[in-house]
T-cell receptor, first 113, second 117 residues
């Protein structure tokens, strides 16, 4: 039972354009959402997060949007750079779940120079 | 700080053999997590510890898997006997004490790529 779903395994975007990575979830008890970024042969690294009480969080070129009614979140990268090419994992935490998070399957982003 | 250290980085073994993966968390972190990454299921949480005590092992696939954390600086994940379907990348991660913060970033090691023939 995949509670966090990333339906697009891969995405290609031209350098300078916007990258939009999507994530859907099924558990209405999730109250905190995160994105992690992973380069080949490395472990994932934390990128950005959002609490369920917000609908947007921005950090430089990265913005995460949360639509609770649709149980959907998205990560926008503007402008996209070749160094952004990586696998992006969406993750979510159940209210009261402390440090335990559930990850999605990941989306591989390729930014073409 | 050296970050989370995992060993070995690659492991190739034959079906039926015992496999032991090792992890050294970041000093001062009191949470330790073991994950498995596969194409089909993404990053799955297998088990996590807090202050060396297992808190949730509901993700451990079956009795062939076991994990220990004998002290704050070392943890092992053991598979006995190993099977080809265990082939995956296994990550260890650690995070600092929560201190009332709702969530603390998890710091991942580089992973161990396991191949069971």
């Amino acid at each position: 039972d995949q509670q966090v779903k990333q339906n697009s395994p891969s995405l290609s975007v031209q350098e300078g354009r916007i990258s939009i990575l999507n994530c859907d979830y099924t558990n209405s008890m999730f109250d905190y959402f995160l994105w992690y970024k992973k380069y080949p042969a490395e472990g994932p690294t934390f990128l950005i997060s959002i609490s369920s009480i917000k609908d947007k969080n921005e950090d430089g070129r990265f913005t995460v949007f949360l639509n609770k009614s649709a149980k959907h979140l998205s990560l926008h990268i503007v402008p996209s750079q070749p160094g952004d090419s990586a696998v992006y994992f969406c993750a979510a935490r159940v209210s009261g779940g402390y440090q335990k998070v559930t990850f999605g399957t990941g989306t591989k982003l390729q930014v073409i120079p | 700080d050296a970050g989370v250290i995992q060993s070995p980085r690659h492991e190739v073994t034959e079906m039926g053999q015992e496999v032991t993966l090792r992890c050294k968390p970041i000093s001062g972190h009191d949470y330790l997590f073991w994950y498995r990454q596969t194409m089909m299921r993404g990053l799955e949480l297998l088990i996590y510890f807090n202050n060396n005590v297992p808190i949730d092992d509901s993700g451990m696939p079956e009795d062939r898997f076991s994990a220990k954390m004998p002290n704050a600086s070392f943890s092992t994940l053991k598979i006995q006997p190993s099977e080809p379907r265990d082939s995956a990348v296994y990550f260890c991660a650690s995070s600092p004490p929560s201190g009332g913060v709702s969530y603390n970033e998890q710091f991942f090691g580089p992973g161990t790529r396991l191949t069971v023939l």
